[in-house]
Each structure stands twice: as structure tokens, then as C-alpha cells.
């Protein structure tokens, strides 16, 4: 009954922490002091831009202060690159509480901006880039047409600049936004594109492998995104664990952090499985490794994912004994802190609906209702009105429910929620059989009937989509298959043309040693094919290591010291032997004389 309490704030931190930005306050002080020393205006760009968004999750007052400081410092540069940089980022730390009305406002206007000088400027990259950023914030709240007008804009500009990193992000938000639309086909190809774009992207540098990194990861996290939907969890949990291992190649601060966040939302990945035990072991799992980082608001996550399960559960008294606990305390003093307060009232509704105590359901929900009226956007909304329409059902005040359960209704159907349609179509049916308007509640009844049949189709949809991601993986793999088979053939062809080339090599220096040669071209022709010799066997070895390093520095370090120890005397040794061998002049010469006398022979024979 209580499955839909997972309101807002569980996608909110979410959302927040995952920007890579949870850090303790000593993290805090030392980028204060960063940027008091920067040197630069560029360097207090960066570290007012690091600073600001760190703080959503700590002080929003102090956020909101260097955010405008961020604003100022880059007006005042007149750079229009990093007037731009000012406005994303202030953009981006407002999307962090994408289920707030305000911040979604305000998010937009940030972005809004930022395109503007992007347009006057005529710089196309940040142009397709803050597209896509807007896509995304409109999926918040959600306004899907906008969504896909600006992912549509976004992808006919950056398909045609040389920038994969941006075409990459720009197939995963086509993925997000077409999946919003339920066309699951066409948002598993773009994803699965991102992904492979991803792949191919050259890593040499540093900070190329590191970017690499960060794109592959936030593909395998779309990926997850998506199975989740379509209620494939295993899939779903697969990518999530193979986004999780990325973190290995992203060497920054923030990656314990990031990590706690991952545990977490594996966890709840197999809470939507119904493995209840194992997701709640993921999460006491998340909170202690926040608590050995020393970061307390990294716990909060947690919190409210124990909080859910208990409820999803359907056990109120336990759910009730947890919010009251320190941890509750814990996580009632966060809300607060940063304004949502409500989301407390809502839980405590929740529970003691369930636990039949009405008159503190009733003190609960409208201490909340103001919150949600206000300030929450639709998706959260809704899922409050169902919870009151429950009440109200519960304490027998069919008037309310009806009324409350109306409007559920009405607001599914603007927002596409047929679930929730269906649902609120019963309880009416089931209102107004209660109170003997039979020919209304048959309405009803018909109502939900159409929209069961409606998701029932959206189901079979579902079932297909699962067999065509299936076929389309199985697809993918072959394609990826056969282009390394076809790259392990023209290897094999390199190799074997090396070692034609090599042996030819041989075969002339041999032959030079049968005539009368400059000592000096043997020697130097022989140092060539020597060394070309080694320097294969060096590749060869080199090419067969992985399976015993795994490519760890200090193992392939290691190997390459104990090869080179083996084989450069034996270079040096073999290559004296032969070269002193070949110009020695002795029966090699009367050899050489030989052929020669042969091949005159037969030439004069020819003639006549």
C-alpha cells in the first residue's frame, strides 16, 4: 500500500551526492584556503565553482553566497568562457534538489543565461552542452516536450563538431528522454551508442583516461537507469556494479564518497527485486563507510533507504521505532536544516495511517500539506495526495478521499502516471460504492478497467522491449566480436609480414658475408636486424603479460626488468658471434665465389 512513501528526497540526495561533491567539513576549510590563495582569476573561478556546489549539501545559505560570488568574480572578468562556466555551475548546483519547485526555477534561469552569451559568443560546444543540460532539468519536472526540443537541438549541433565526449553525453540524454516517452527501443540504442562511443575514445593521456573514465561510468549508469525501468533488476544491478568498478580509474577526492552513493543505490536496486535482506545489508553497508569517512551527511542516503524499507515492508512499528531512533533524529535534524521538514510530517502520516492512530495521521498531513502545495513539483505531489487519499479512506471520511483521490486522478493523467490513474480510479470506484452511488462508482470501475488494459500493454511493451534489449546486447556483442576478430587477423598478418621481413633480413646478411663486403656495412646492417629481432621478441612478451599483470605498473615493471636481464646479453653476445663470424672472409668468400662462378656460367650459357 505504502510502496509510493519513496518520495523526493531519496532522488534528491541522490542526485546531489552523486555530483561527485560530498566532502567533510575539513574538505571544506581546505578549499576556502584554496581559494583564498588563488592566484588567478581562473583559480578562484574553479575553487568558488567546487566550493558552492560542495555546500548544497552542507549549508545551502553559504552555497547560495559563493555561488553569487562565482557570478561576480566572472562578470567582472569580462571572459565570456568562464561567465558561462559561472552560470552552469550555479545551474547545475541548483538541479542538485531537482524535486523543488524553486530550484528547478532557478536551475533553468542559470542555464538560460549561460546559453544566451553561449549564442552571442557563437561557441557551438558550450551551446550543444548547456542543451543538454536543459533537457535534463526539464525532465525534473517534468516537462517531456521541452525535453526532447532541446535534446533535438543539442544533438543537430553537436553532430557536427569533432567532440566525442560531448556526442557521448549527447546519446545518453537522447536515451533519458526518449525513455521518459516510454520508446524504450530508441532510448536503449542511444545508450547503448554512448557507450560504444565511449569505448572506441582514446586514452593516452592522464586526463584522457580519466574523461573516458567518467563517460563509460555514466553510460553504465543509463544503462542501469534504464533495466531499472523496465524492471530487469539483475541487468540493472550488473551496470550499476560495472559503474561502480569505473571509480577505479577516477582518481579523485571525491571516489570514496562516490562510492558510499553507489553501495546505496545497488541497494536499492535490490529492494525494487524484493531481496529485502540484501538490500538492507547494502545500506547499513553505505552507512558505516560514510561513518569510517568521518562524514555524517553522507549517512543520510542511508537513512532514508532503511526508512522506505521498513515501510515498503509493511511494518509501520518498525518504521516507527527507526525514525525515532538517533538515526531518525539524525535524519529529521538534515531535513529540517535544509527546509523540508514536511517530508518528516509525511513519514510520521505514513506510519501512523498504517498503524490505525488517526488523529496524529491527520496532525501529520496537514502540518505537511503546506510544504507539498508549495513547494515540491508534480511528481512529489502526487504521491502526497495518494498518501492523504489513504488516510482519509482509512479514517472513514469517504468526502475527503474522494476529493483527494480526484485530483490524484487528474494529475496522472496530465503527467502520464497510468498507474496512478488506475489506482485513484479504484479507490473512487471503491468510495463510491461505500456510499451508495452505484452508477458513479461503475464509471470508475470502467475507468480503471481502460487503464489496466492500458498498462497491461505497457507490460507486454515491457516484456518486448526486455527481449529486444537482450537481442540488441546479443547484437552489440557480436558486432563487438567480430571487429576484434577482424583486428586480431590484420595483427596476425602484421606479425607474420615482421617475421618474413626479419628472416629476409637474416637471409641477405648472410649473403653479404659470402662476398667481399666492408666489414663496416655488415656490422651495420647486422645491428639493424638484431636489434629489430629483440625488440619483436620484446613486443611478443609484451603482448602475452596482461593475463599474469592485469596491467598493474609495478608487475609489468617487474616482468619487462627480469626479460630485459635475460635477453639483452644474450643480444649483445649473439649478435658479436655472428657479425665476427661474417666478416672473417674465409670459406664464406670461396662460397661466394662459388655461386658467383655458377650464376656467370649459366648467364653465358643463355647467350649462346
Known amino acids: 500500500m505504502f510502496n509510493s512513501f519513496k518520495v523526493c528526497l531519496l532522488l534528491v540526495f541522490v542526485l546531489a551526492f552523486s555530483q561527485g561533491r ?78 523543488q519547485k524553486d530550484f528547478i526555477k532557478r536551475s533553468i534561469e542559470y542555464y538560460d543565461k549561460a546559453l544566451d552569451i553561449a549564442r552571442r559568443e557563437k561557441i557551438e560546444e558550450e551551446i550543444g552542452g548547456i542543451q543538454l543540460n536543459l533537457a ?23 553532430s557536427t563538431l569533432n ?36 569505448e572506441e575514445m582514446k586514452g593516452v593521456t592522464k586526463e584522457e583516461r580519466k574523461r573516458k573514465a567518467v563517460l563509460m561510468r555514466n553510460s553504465y549508469l543509463n544503462l542501469a537507469n534504464f533495466y531499472s525501468t523496465i524492471e530487469d533488476y539483475d ?47 547494502y545500506f547499513e553497508r553505505s552507512i558505516k563507510m560514510a561513518d569510517s569517512l568521518n562524514f555524517s551527511t553522507l549517512k543520510i542516503p542511508g537513512y532514508i533507504s532503511l526508512l522506505n524499507q521498513y515501510i515498503s515492508m509493511n511494518q509501520p512499528q518498525k518504521a516507527l521505532e527507526y525514525i525515532n531512533s538517533a538515526a531518525g533524529q539524525s535524519l529529521k535534524k538534515y531535513l529540517e536544516r535544509f527546509g523540508f521538514a514536511g517530508v518528516i510530517d509525511q513519514a510520521y502520516g505514513v506510519i501512523y495511517t498504517d498503524l490505525n492512530k488517526f488523529d496524529s495521521a491527520r496532525a501529520c498531513f496537514n502540518r505537511a500539506s503546506p510544504y507539498f502545495e508549495k513547494s515540491t513539483s508534480e511528481n512529489n505531489k502526487i504521491y502526497f495526495y495518494r498518501q492523504r487519499g489513504i488516510f482519509y479512506k482509512r479514517a472513514g471520511e469517504n468526502d475527503k478521499a474522494i476529493e483527494t483521490f480526484l485530483i490524484v486522478k487528474e494529475m496522472g493523467e496530465r503527467l502520464g502516471l497510468l498507474e496512478n490513474v488506475k489506482d485513484a480510479a479504484e479507490q473512487l470506484d471503491s468510495l463510491h460504492m461505500k ?38 546486447m546479443r547484437r552489440q556483442e557480436r558486432i563487438k566480436k567480430e571487429q576484434e576478430e577482424i583486428k586480431r587477423r590484420k595483427n596476425n598478418i602484421q606479425y607474420l609480414a615482421i617475421i618474413i621481413g626479419i628472416i629476409f633480413l637474416f637471409v641477405a646478411l648472410v649473403v653479404l658475408g659470402m662476398f667481399k663486403v666492408s666489414a663496416g656495412l655488415i656490422k651495420a646492417i647486422g645491428f639493424f636486424v638484431f636489434l629489430m629481432l629483440f625488440e619483436f621478441i620484446f613486443l611478443v612478451f609484451k603482448k602475452n603479460i596482461y593475463s599474469i599483470t592485469k596491467g598493474e605498473p609495478w608487475k609489468d615493471l617487474a616482468f619487462m626488468i627480469a626479460l ?21 672472409h674465409n670459406r664464406l668468400t670461396a662460397a661466394g665465389h662459388h655461386i658467383k662462378k655458377k650464376l656467370f656460367r649459366r648467364t653465358k650459357k643463355g647467350e649462346q
Open 22 to 99: 560530498a566532502q567533510e567539513a575539513a574538505a571544506i576549510d581546505s578549499i576556502k584556503r584554496a581559494l583564498a590563495n588563488a592566484k588567478n582569476v581562473e583559480e578562484k573561478i574553479q575553487w568558488l565553482d567546487n566550493l558552492s556546489r560542495t555546500l548544497m549539501n552542507v549549508d545551502l545559505k553559504e552555497a547560495e553566497k559563493y555561488g553569487q560570488q562565482l557570478i561576480l568574480v566572472a562578470e567582472e572578468s569580462r571572459d565570456r568562457h568562464l561567465m558561462i562556466k559561472a552560470y552552469k555551475s550555479n545551474g547545475l548546483r541548483c538541479s542538485y534538489f531537482g524535486g
Open 136 to 158: 535534463i532539468v526539464y525532465l525534473m519536472i517534468p516537462d517531456k516536450d521541452k525535453a526532447l526540443s532541446y535534446i533535438s537541438e543539442a544533438f543537430s549541433l553537436i
Open 163 to 198: 567532440n566525442d565526449s560531448l556526442k557521448v553525453e549527447a546519446h545518453n540524454t537522447y536515451g533519458r528522454v526518449y525513455l521518459s516517452r516510454n520508446d524504450k527501443k530508441m532510448s536503449l540504442r542511444n545508450h547503448l551508442l554512448a557507450l560504444r562511443i565511449g
Open 235 to 281: 541487468k540493472a544491478i550488473d551496470y550499476y556494479t560495472l559503474a561502480n568498478k569505473k571509480l577505479d580509474d577516477i582518481t579523485e577526492k571525491t571516489t570514496p564518497y562516490q562510492r558510499v552513493i553507489d553501495v546505496n543505490s545497488i541497494g536499492n536496486l535490490f529492494a525494487a527485486k524484493k531481496s529485502y535482506d540484501i538490500a538492507i545489508g
Open 435 to 472: 456510499t451508495g452511488k452505484f452508477e458513479i462508482a461503475s464509471q470508475y470501475n470502467r475507468i480503471s478497467y481502460q487503464y489496466k488494459d492500458s498498462i497491461q500493454k505497457l507490460n507486454k511493451e515491457k516484456e518486448l522491449t526486455q527481449e529486444e534489449a537482450t537481442d540488441e
Open 564 to 584: 630485459a636481464a635475460l635477453l639483452v646479453p644474450l643480444h649483445h653476445w649473439l649478435e658479436h658471434r655472428v657479425l665476427k663470424y661474417l666478416t672473417s
